[in-house]
């Protein structure tokens, strides 16, 4: 599955957009640089019943921002994203989608 997949199940089974979500863990400092994924995993799962793949894909974007490695954009892996930018205003807007 690929992050922009990952983002999209969430927002599909929490009804929130990605943004949303990041903006809400930035609003609890988990955004701060010593904050472990482990703590952010266990929000999403005790507030949003998310598994670690999901969380894990929200990790990355609160620590990272949207870019991500161009390593399986283009690739014809399972991981494959079309864009180096992932969408974070919901799947419905997504101009790729």
């Given amino acids: 599955m690929s992050f922009q997949a990952y983002l999209d199940k969430t927002e599909e089974k929490t009804g929130l957009t990605p943004r949303a979500l990041v903006d809400q863990a930035k609003e609890r400092g988990y955004d701060a640089p010593g904050v472990k994924a482990g ?6 799962k ?20 949207p870019g991500i490695s161009d390593k399986h954009v283009g690739s014809t892996g399972t991981h494959r994203d079309p864009s180096d930018t992932l969408w974070l205003d919901g799947k419905a807007t997504n101009p790729a989608g």
């Fill in 39 to 44: 703590v952010i995993c266990d929000w999403l």
């Fill in 46 to 65: 005790a507030d949003y019943d998310l598994g670690r793949g999901h969380a894990m894909a929200l990790v990355h974007v609160i620590k990272n921002g």
